[in-house]
């Protein structure tokens, strides 16, 4: 059997005027993540993920947040191009893991909801993705409240 583990990370500043999503979920808090598209870094750390497991480069490479077609873009849409690209290398995700790093919110209530939309994208079950929370405690920028970051390995096979 054909195997590849790919990681990935992302980080983004939190902002007002935004809205927060994570793992395509929509989260009531007062400021939101900033970027090009929606900002998603659990999203973005997987599509890298998933990428770099087939040496494919990394989300900036198709999505440049120098293109202005990507602004605003919904990275669920993203994550499912991205999918798309490996199934069609033969490969498909056999599971994948993450972290979620942020002091505020309380993610815990929505990571179910990120797991099943995230499943939904990537054609999985929900028992193949983790998605953990924690915080910093208080060290660094993610501690100081300034920004949101997010870890993720993923496990492909080929078909």
């Given at each position: 059997m054909d195997l590849r583990i790919g990681?990935?990370?992302?980080?983004?500043?939190?902002?007002?005027?935004?809205?927060l999503i994570l793992g395509g979920?929509?989260?009531a808090h007062g400021l939101g993540l900033l970027g090009h598209s929606d900002a998603d870094v659990l999203t973005h750390a997987i599509m890298d993920a998933m990428l770099g497991a087939l040496?494919?480069?990394?989300?900036?490479?198709y999505f440049p947040p120098s293109d202005p077609q990507w602004a605003g873009a919904d990275s669920l849409k993203l994550l499912a191009q991205v999918?798309?690209?490996?199934?069609?290398?033969?490969?498909?995700?056999?599971?994948l893991d993450s972290v979620i790093v942020a002091e505020r919110p309380k993610l815990k209530p929505h990571l179910q909801a990120m797991r099943d939309r995230l499943a939904t994208v990537?054609?999985?079950?929900?028992?193949?993705i983790s998605i953990k929370a924690t915080t910093n405690e208080k060290l660094g920028p993610v501690g100081r409240e300034e920004g949101i970051a997010a870890y993720a390995v993923t496990l492909l096979v080929k078909e």
């Open positions: 990681n990935g990370y992302d980080i983004h500043r939190l902002v007002s005027d935004r809205p979920i929509q989260i040496s494919l480069g990394d989300i900036g490479h999918n798309e690209l490996i199934l069609s290398k033969g490969w498909k995700i056999n599971n990537l054609q999985l079950t929900a028992d193949q």
